[in-house]
């Protein structure tokens, strides 16, 4: 399976950025998704240092710490949309992206 993990994870940050598509910065977002993918993808083709993966895991655990918003009203919508919900769910999805980023780069053998 650890052959795979590159493609399943590719494939998961597609995904993740094909349901950007309503968001007010979908595009931000699909680049970002779409930045994991590919790098998801070249771990598979084994073409991406192992060095990038752990430059990009940084650069998304630092983007999630900075977008975390100062009150966390939690992620779902039952109170109302709020700028905080948003920052605290985008901030967990670079989250996602940085563990992803991490699994690769403990798991990659070029």
Do not use: H
């Amino acid at each position: 399976m650890k052959q795979y993990d590159g493609l399943i994870l590719a494939l998961l940050f597609a995904v993740f950025g094909g349901l950007q598509y309503n968001d007010p910065d979908a595009l931000t977002w699909v680049l970002i998704y779409g930045a994991a993918a590919v790098i998801s993808f070249g771990t598979y083709l084994k073409k991406v240092p192992k060095l990038l993966l752990w430059v990009v895991m940084v650069i998304f655990l630092v983007a999630a710490g900075l977008l975390w918003p100062e009150k966390y009203q939690g992620l779902s919508l039952e109170n109302g949309y709020t700028p905080a919900i948003e920052e605290a769910r985008e901030s967990l999805g670079l989250g996602i992206c940085a563990v992803g980023m991490l699994w690769l780069a403990l798991r990659y053998r070029k």
